[in-house]
């Protein structure tokens, strides 16, 4: 049977490429935490792969014998948010679905059915009773896994936590040995708020929890692994580069290095042609197609850009500066924990470099939508196919002084308007034929762009005009930013080897006249010719 890239829902090893779950923890440490008794958090950002690896993880426990393990998703809970009677019956019905489907003897399921019931009756709590009468019953220890936790919602969140916690002391013979709870965050960082008003912290609701483990993304190794039993299943290579493009662009976020894979491979006819290798110009196709398409992971990571803990970190790196001091360190932690950022050599970063390209197009898609009209006509290409960069940038210069007071208060993120305003009028002119990347991040104090515009029928696998435009805010007057700017984007341009450069200075003093802030300037740093565009 053919197999797969997967990129929706668990994997399945018969349909799809899998790696093992040992190969995605440290299966010492987990079974050392097993084996002494240890209630547990693995958590993670959606779609890195959880619920894949607890299937495999209880089908690999019930295989070595010592211990009977259950995965239940109790996700459905999540509806009844504050109605504990309704929450927890939901619980403990889809733990008897799951013995259903994974122990394969109907006894457990209409075991729970009846101490369900009983405890209903007799006003005891009902997880805690089925839990207890399955330990009782069982010839060996019970492991249990249950996932998406942090889906439910307040008393009834409380509720599960309690009841777990209530029934501890009884481990092993009479409460399962152990037991992982996963979702996205820590429970250490829940903040529960009961139906009487109360905010219960999770720590408090389950202070039994020994570990918190946080499930990596693949390593280089894994998504080499990942990509050779595609070429082991159908003999179809990667060229080389391929590889380093996959995990630039993913840095081993396991739904984006199946997901462009599966894009490179699986898409079109003729990338099923499996004696024609994959190439570099392929996998960034694949990453553009996925970015127009908005797959559903990349639409809810968009999604998440709306809440005022996630725009808190996240504005201040769209405008390369520093964080404001009085950011908690739960929203930072909080956007580490979805996956958009990482924190990387004591640092914190856009968590790849797909995320970097996602995040401004999402923010300035309406923008886009209303430019539309700009990219019609080919105003801003020569008869020789190049791009007029001096015109394109007159043309900003001039709309960003008749519309960016009006567009930028539309913007949520409107203190990082002008860099996004620059990339959602560059991205409607520009990317019917060319590309652009984005470098940005905390302290860094400006937004690099690389722009990429073939030169002939070749596509990007020919000849390209390169060009860097750097873009900086202006803090502490014209002569010092450009001494700073015109620094960093000839730097900039010797690492990309541009062919031109361009430097545009944004002046956000009130009260300013727009005579004043628009100007045009040739300067020279080193070898350098730089354009500089004040506005």
């Given at each position: 049977m053919e197999k797969f890239f997967n990129t929706a829902g668990p994997n399945k090893p018969d349909i799809h490429y899998t790696l093992s779950p040992l190969h995605r923890l440290n299966w010492p440490e987990l079974s050392s935490l097993i084996a002494a008794q240890k209630y547990f958090i693995l958590h993670a950002p959606r779609q890195t792969g959880k619920t894949s690896l607890l299937i495999n993880l209880m089908h690999f426990i019930n295989g070595q014998g010592q211990y009977r393990a259950l995965y239940v998703n109790i996700e459905a809970a999540q509806a009844a948010r504050n109605d504990v009677a309704s929450g927890i019956a939901t619980i403990v019905s889809a733990m008897g679905r799951a013995a259903d489907i994974y122990w394969k003897d109907p006894g457990w399921s209409e075991l729970a059915r009846q101490e369900s019931q009983q405890a209903a009756a007799q006003g005891r709590d009902s997880l805690t009773s089925v839990l207890q009468r399955w330990s009782l019953a069982s010839d060996k220890p019970l492991i249990v896994f249950l996932d998406e936790v942090d889906a439910l919602v307040g008393d009834t969140l409380i509720s599960l936590l309690r009841q777990i916690r209530a029934g501890y002391a009884q481990r092993p013979e009479a409460f399962p040995q152990?037991?992982?709870?996963?979702?996205?965050?820590?429970?250490?960082?829940?903040?529960?708020?009961?139906?009487?008003?109360?905010?219960?912290?999770?720590?408090?609701?389950?202070?039994?929890?020994?570990?918190?483990?946080?499930?990596?993304?693949?390593?280089?190794?894994?998504?080499?692994?990942?990509?050779?039993?595609?070429?082991?299943a159908t003999g179809q290579t990667f060229e080389p580069g391929v590889l380093e493009e996959i995990w630039l662009d993913t840095q081993g976020q396991p739904w984006l290095v199946n997901a462009l894979a599966y894009e490179a491979c699986f898409r079109k006819p003729e990338q099923r042609e499996r004696s024609r290798p994959v190439t570099v110009e392929q996998m960034r196709q694949a990453k553009e197609s996925l970015i127009l398409r908005r797959d559903t992971h990349l639409d809810q990571l968009a999604d998440k850009l709306r809440e005022p803990r996630v725009k808190r970190v996240i504005e201040p790196m769209l405008k390369?500066?520093?964080?404001?001091?009085?950011?908690?360190?739960?929203?930072?932690?909080?956007?580490?924990?979805?996956?958009?950022?990482?924190?990387?050599?004591?640092?914190?970063?856009?968590?790849?470099?797909?995320?970097?390209?996602?995040?401004?197009?999402?923010?300035?898609?309406?923008?886009?939508?209303?430019?539309?009209?700009?990219?019609?006509?080919p105003w801003f290409v020569r008869s020789d196919g190049s791009l007029d960069m001096d015109k394109l940038l007159a043309a900003f210069q001039q709309f960003f002084r008749e519309n960016s007071e009006s567009w930028l208060q539309r913007y949520a993120y409107h203190e990082a308007g002008p860099q996004l305003l620059l990339q959602a009028f560059l991205q409607r002119v520009v990317n019917?034929?060319?590309?652009?990347?984005?470098?940005?991040?905390?302290?860094?104090?400006?937004?690099?762009?690389?722009?990429?515009?073939?030169?002939?029928?070749?596509?990007?696998?020919?000849?390209?005009?390169?060009?860097?435009?750097?873009?900086?805010?202006?803090?502490?007057?014209?002569?010092?930013?450009?001494?700073?700017?015109?620094?960093?984007?000839?730097?900039?341009?010797?690492?990309?080897?541009?062919?031109?450069?361009?430097?545009?200075?944004?002046?956000?003093?009130?009260?300013?006249?727009?005579?004043?802030?628009?100007?045009?300037?040739?300067?020279?740093?080193?070898?350098?010719?730089?354009?500089?565009?004040?506005?």
């Open positions: 152990s037991m992982v709870l996963c979702g996205v965050r820590d429970v250490r960082d829940y903040r529960i708020h009961r139906s009487d008003g109360e905010i219960i912290t999770g720590g408090s609701a389950f202070n039994i929890k020994s570990e918190s483990i946080r499930l990596g993304d693949f390593t280089q190794a894994d998504v080499k692994a990942l990509l050779q039993q595609h070429t082991d390369g500066e520093e964080l404001s001091p009085d950011v908690p360190e739960d929203d930072r932690q909080y956007c580490i924990d979805l996956g958009l950022i990482a924190r990387r050599e004591r640092q914190l970063q856009i968590a790849n470099r797909l995320y970097r390209e996602v995040l401004p197009r999402e923010l300035t898609s309406i923008v886009q939508d209303s430019l539309q009209g700009l990219a019609e006509q019917g034929g060319g590309r652009i990347a984005r470098e940005y991040g905390l302290g860094r104090g400006r937004t690099d762009l690389f722009l990429q515009w073939p030169l002939s029928d070749q596509g990007f696998t020919g000849p390209m005009q390169q060009v860097v435009l750097e873009l900086k805010l202006q803090h502490k007057g014209k002569a010092a930013t450009l001494a700073t700017g015109l620094e960093q984007t000839a730097r900039y341009c010797d690492q990309c080897g541009a062919d031109s450069a361009h430097l545009l200075v944004f002046d956000r003093t009130p009260g300013m006249n727009w005579d004043s802030k628009i100007y045009r300037e040739q300067h020279t740093q080193g070898s350098r010719a730089i354009t500089v565009w004040g506005m």
